[in-house]
């Protein structure tokens, strides 16, 4: 599975972005995740999916205003993100893994596909 994250870019605090995350075959059967990462900081969780899209998990940082959804007709998962703070500056990556139970995934570990990553930047 090849990954493609899209999306990111310059925005103001209060602002929204959606990142959108392409997968090259199918989506079905592999739990999906957006993680982050800022400069001198480690790689962080901000939102996993289960396959079915019946579950989700967020990091405590972004609940109630990212979500995480996904369209697997269409093999993309999306991050919707509100009321965008200068701390969500960062490298946005997804990440797919293949499961075999609707199961959310919330650590880099366990993730075996990764994509290339798309800069959000928020301006305060």
């Known amino acids: 599975v090849q990954l493609q994250a899209s999306g990111g870019g310059l925005v103001q605090a209060g602002g929204s972005l959606r990142l959108s995350c392409a997968a090259s075959?199918?989506?079905?059967?592999?739990?999906m995740g957006w993680f982050r990462q800022a400069p001198g900081k480690e790689r962080e969780f901000v939102a996993g999916?289960?396959?079915?899209?019946?579950?989700?998990l967020y990091a405590d940082s972004v609940k109630g205003r990212f979500t995480i959804s996904r369209d697997n007709a269409n093999h993309t998962v999306y991050l919707r993100m509100n009321n965008l703070k200068p701390e969500d500056t960062a490298t946005y990556y997804c990440?797919?893994?293949?499961?075999?139970?609707?199961?959310?995934?919330?650590?880099?570990?366990?993730?075996?596909?990764w994509g290339q990553g798309t800069q959000v930047t928020v301006s305060s």
């Open positions: 990440a797919a893994r293949w499961v075999d139970t609707d199961v959310v995934i919330y650590t880099t570990d366990r993730y075996e596909y």
């Open positions: 075959g199918r989506t079905n059967f592999y739990a």
């Open positions: 999916i289960s396959w079915s899209g019946g579950r989700s």
